[in-house]
């Protein structure tokens, strides 16, 4: 067994990783093809691990609705970036896979947000953690719920598996 000190040591200047969760969705072009370039891309930043990658979904537009339908889906990572760094990592990807910003909420090749960095909350000028409106949205929480079930929002009794439940049937809420 390691002395205590000598496991303090080989840990020095070393961050403790971060689990997050990112959103993914794209809605031009090869949909498919571009999910799994941002995956690759978000896996080969030496401070991002992919751990596991939820099903693709197709879903319907929100917010914007003169436009194709989406394919969406969440993984899981690791990392040892900040908050401010990784939406920086994610956004320069975005521009690297094509994206142009246009119309909010409009078609996108990629759309990389950050859901969930670790037990984080924070509220900043550019950055919002958990992500705003991931819990009213099927298209965050239903591939989400397909890979966490049992985890749990900052601060919120439900598991994510109930919250996109309740989303697929508002009927049985009343
Ligand atoms: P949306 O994802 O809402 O369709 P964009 O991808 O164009 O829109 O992002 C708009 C802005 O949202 C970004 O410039 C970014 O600064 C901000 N933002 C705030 N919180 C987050 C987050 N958790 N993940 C990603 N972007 C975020
Ligand atoms: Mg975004």
């Avoid at 496991?7 to 498919?32: A, F, I």
């Avoid at 939820?54 to 889906?73: C, D, I, K, M, R």
């Avoid at 909420?105 to 969930?116: A, N, Q, S």
């Amino acid at each position: 067994m390691l002395p205590k000190d000598k496991e303090t040591v080989s840990g020095q200047g070393c961050k403790p990783p971060v689990t997050v969760y990112l959103g993914l969705g794209s809605n031009m072009g090869d949909s498919r093809a571009n999910l799994q370039r941002a995956v690759a891309l978000l896996d080969l930043h030496p401070e991002i691990k992919v751990e596991r990658v939820s099903p693709f979904l197709e879903t319907a537009p929100v917010g914007y609705l003169e436009q194709p339908h989406f394919l969406n889906g969440v993984l899981q990572a690791t990392t040892t970036l900040s908050p401010q760094a990784l939406l920086a990592a994610a956004q320069s990807i975005e521009n690297r896979l094509g994206r142009k910003r246009t119309v909010r909420w409009g078609p996108r090749t990629i759309d990389i947000d950050i859901l969930l960095y670790g037990d984080l909350v924070l509220k900043s000028a550019d950055l919002t953690i958990p992500h705003p409106r991931m819990q009213e949205r099927a298209f965050v929480l239903q591939p989400l719920a397909l890979l966490a079930p049992e985890l749990r929002l900052p601060g919120c009794l439900e598991t994510v598996g109930a919250l996109a439940q309740k989303l697929a049937h508002p009927a049985a809420e009343k």
